[in-house]
């Protein structure tokens, strides 16, 4: 892929192949150079699809809880490549295990994945962008973000850390310039593993009753183009069938 040291970037961490993808495309569609990063998995598609906008992606298997990957990640992009103008942590972690059956090996892991390596991330993130007195760093939160389910005390732990930390970190470096946001997806976004867990709704809804990631993504972007005078902190998502 071509790359530019000139060129602005918007680093999408947990590119997975419908939000994270989404999010993608809709800031390629825009200029910004992507990277994307996967832990595992086939970039193909998402690459063609960013080409196919007429833009430009790198993409890298990198896992956001190990310190040394997100930090040289960052360094390299911001030698390489181009300023990070935009940082969206979009790596999940949804597992339900009743409490009695929720080992201390699920429950690190994702506390790992949501909330450690959303600092380490949004860390590293900040630390480029104070130096320019501006950027974004955007999170992806869930339902478990602001309340906790039977069966879903792990991800409801780690979703509950991660918009603590976004919370956080907005007080604290909104008055430098640094636009923290944190989205609230509340409600099951359309793809296969939605339509196995959940085919009760997909049979009750009509076709728009289900979260379509490129409109959430358009969520993201308009975050993005707040001005200053007037920034959210943090908006929920749902379609107009979902109760609440």
Not at 74 to 97: A, C, H, L, M, Q
Not at 215 to 239: C, K, L, M, S
């Amino acid at each position: 892929m071509t790359q530019s040291n000139h060129k602005k970037v918007a680093l999408i961490i947990g590119a997975g192949d419908h939000l994270g993808s989404a999010i993608a495309r809709r800031f390629a569609r825009e200029g910004f150079h992507i990277v994307a990063t996967r832990r595992r998995g086939d970039f193909g598609p998402l690459t063609e699809a960013i080409e196919s906008l007429g833009g430009t992606a790198t993409c890298v298997h990198s896992d956001a809880r190990d310190e040394d990957e997100v930090t040289a990640l960052v360094e390299k992009i911001e030698s390489t490549i181009g300023p990070i103008e935009v940082s969206v942590f979009n790596v999940g972690g949804n597992v339900s295990f009743p409490i009695l059956e929720t080992t201390s090996r699920v429950y690190r892991k994702v506390w790992e994945m949501c909330a450690f390596g959303g600092f380490l991330v949004g860390r590293e993130s900040a630390r480029v962008m104070l130096a320019r007195g501006r950027g974004t760093i955007l999170f992806t939160g869930a339902t478990a973000s602001l309340r906790g389910k039977d069966g879903f005390a792990a991800f409801a732990g780690g979703k509950h850390a991660l918009r603590a930390l976004a919370e956080s970190m907005a007080r604290e470096l909104g008055p430098q310039g640094i636009h923290i946001a944190h989205v609230v997806i509340d409600g099951p976004i359309d793809n296969e593993n939605s339509r196995q867990l959940f085919p009760e709704i997909y049979a009750q809804r009509p076709a728009e009753g289900i979260l379509q990631p490129d409109d959430i993504a358009e969520v993201y972007w308009n975050i993005h183009g707040q001005n200053r005078t007037a920034w959210t902190f943090e908006i929920d998502v749902r379609p107009y069938t979902e109760p609440w």
